[in-house]
């Protein structure tokens, strides 16, 4: 039957549906194929891209890629003089031993010194300081909330950690919490020798710094170290560690020194890229959604980022981390790019590198990012969702956001893509604070991420394109299609849940 003798009552029947076409949602989550997504994933996890090391030859042509379909798209550029490259600088540095210590000193006598060389550990934080302040002992059962700011601004801490072989659960947050409070450096002081043989094995030689954020200068070393030069101070940390309670014991007649030196090994940059897509709602339209993937893996056998060989195979494709994420956020570049089908609200497209290093892309775009933070009412993190299971797919952060209800009913109300996103599986992993959501988390901006567990390729060269389920993976990009209309035409941004919000952002 021809169409050009359309009756009209066809023409009414067909109407709605071509309205409903206009408004973009059909026919450009349509655009989100397992075609294109094997395609691209060949692309981007190839042999010729060498593993896609942080800095390389192969990250900086799958950076570039990506910034031509950003274009292609029609995506305005979000990164340095009117590019889609956001790079950021790094800088490989060896910590000088012998040149680098610990020191404190009473006023009335008395001292202790360590250095670097013979018994004292750099845990990292800046380098080529002298990070001085009176002392503050902290001990007891410490949480973050737990620390009162102005005890410890200025200060340096020495925090008289519990007995034990291992470190404190949560002792990152807790020195992160002391940086941002104001301290000036932190002392981990320990009764085990175990816990300094394993933080001395795991220290790197040559130490990266990204950017401008070194972090808070920080040292481990034994308790003997200062009990042999100031034998009194047994009794004091002997009671201050028996407190059932967080203790501050502030001494403010000592003051401590870390002293670290380093020499510069080398200095190079890796890219971020990042393409917007602008809202239609005059008001809406200045805040943002960011998708986010990161595009680096770990390179090749022999490189310093822990890809073994398999045989013959020294290449670590990377293709399900992430190049499935990274693809994703292409796929969703392309489908909202469509005519019709942006949301009220802006839209950002990001794909960071550093992430096996220490997520060090999205922190440089958390710290430096093309809108004001504030701006940004949520973030989609995809990484690692082209494996394991047929139908479901993991959605760590759910419970700390109301976006974990918006994902739920949206969910709900596409049961043709037949995925269901469920809790976060594996809790004790700390899976959440293992990818770049994390880093918009600490900015106080809402956070999902989309994540379908490890498997036995991790980090290996087997995980290669031939084992992505590209059909699986383009059902649940059209799932966080569905998600990223509904939170970028909600009247209200997303909400943490309060005590989250306590826990995660104000630590």
């Known amino acids: ?22 408004n973009g949602t059909p026919s450009a989550v349509q655009t989100i194929t397992p075609a294109d997504v094997t395609r691209r994933i060949n692309i981007i996890a190839h042999d010729s891209m060498g593993g896609r090391a942080t800095a390389s030859p192969g990250l900086v042509k799958t950076s570039r890629y990506i910034a031509a379909e950003f274009k292609r798209f029609g995506l305005k550029p979000g990164g340095d003089s009117g590019t889609y490259q956001l790079s950021f ?16 000193a009473g006023e009335s006598g008395g001292s202790v010194t360590a250095t670097l060389a013979d018994g004292a550990v750099w845990l990292g934080g800046a380098t080529n300081i ?67 043989r394993m933080v001395r094995g795991r220290a790197r030689r040559d130490t990266r710094i990204v950017g401008d954020q070194p972090g808070l200068a ?14 009194e101070a047994g009794d004091v940390y002997a009671q201050l560690r028996a407190s059932p309670r967080t ?26 890229t990042v393409g917007i897509l602008e809202g239609t709602d005059p008001v809406l339209k200045n805040e943002y959604v960011v998708f986010s993937a990161h595009m680096d893996h770990v390179g090749t056998t022999g490189g310093p980022y822990n890809c073994g060989a398999m045989g013959a195979d020294t290449i670590c494709n990377g293709a399900d981390d992430d190049a499935s994420g990274t693809v994703g956020v292409v796929e969703l570049a392309e489908a909202f790019s469509q005519r019709g089908a942006r949301p009220k609200r802006s839209l950002i497209f990001l794909t960071v590198s550093g992430e096996e290093q ?26 690692m ?38 809790d976060d599986l594996w809790p004790q992993e700390r899976f959440y604070f293992r990818s770049d959501h994390y880093n918009f988390a600490v900015k106080g901006i809402p956070i999902l991420f989309f994540f379908n567990g490890v498997h036995a390729d991790y980090h290996r060269p087997s995980d290669s394109p031939n084992k992505i389920d590209a059909k699986k993976e383009a059902r649940i990009l059209k799932l966080i299609y569905f998600l990223g209309l509904e939170v970028g035409n909600a009247a209200e941004r997303p909400k943490w849940v309060p005590e989250s919000y306590k826990q995660i952002v104000q630590p």
């Not at 009756?7 to 549906?17: F, K, N, V």
């Not at 920080?218 to 034998?231: E, F, G, S």
């Not at 501050?248 to 200095?267: E, F, Q």
């Open 130 to 196: 002298d990070a001085r302040g009176s002392l503050v002992l902290l001990a007891g059962p410490v949480r973050p909330d737990s620390i009162n700011p102005a005890e410890v601004q200025g200060k340096v801490v020495v925090w008289l950690l519990p007995a034990g072989d291992q470190l404190p659960q949560g002792a990152n947050r807790v020195v992160s919490a002391l940086g941002a409070m104001g301290a000036t450096g932190v002392v981990l002081q320990t009764t085990s020798d175990s816990v300094v």
């Open 89 to 104: 600088p790094i800088e490989t540095r060896r910590v000088d031993g012998a040149r680098s210590s610990v020191a404190f």
């Open 385 to 422: 969702i082209g494996r394991n299971w047929k139908d479901t797919i993991a959605v760590i952060g759910k419970e700390h956001s109301d976006l974990g209800q918006t994902l739920n009913r949206v969910n709900a109300a596409h049961p043709e893509l037949r995925m269901t996103a469920v």
């Open 358 to 383: 220490g997520l060090d892309g999205s922190e440089w775009f958390a710290n430096h990012s093309p809108v004001a933070v504030g701006q940004i009412v949520a973030n989609v993190n995809m990484d």
């Open 1 to 22: 039957m021809s169409s050009r003798h359309t009756t009209p009552l066809l023409l009414g029947l067909l109407l709605p549906t071509c309205l409903v076409a206009q």
């Open 247 to 272: 203790m501050l014991a502030p001494y403010p007649d000592w003051t401590g020194t870390i002293t670290v030196r380093d020499t510069i090994i080398s200095r190079t940059s890796s890219p971020n």
């Open 218 to 231: 920080t040292v481990l070393m034994h308790d003997r170290i200062v009990l042999t030069q100031v034998p």
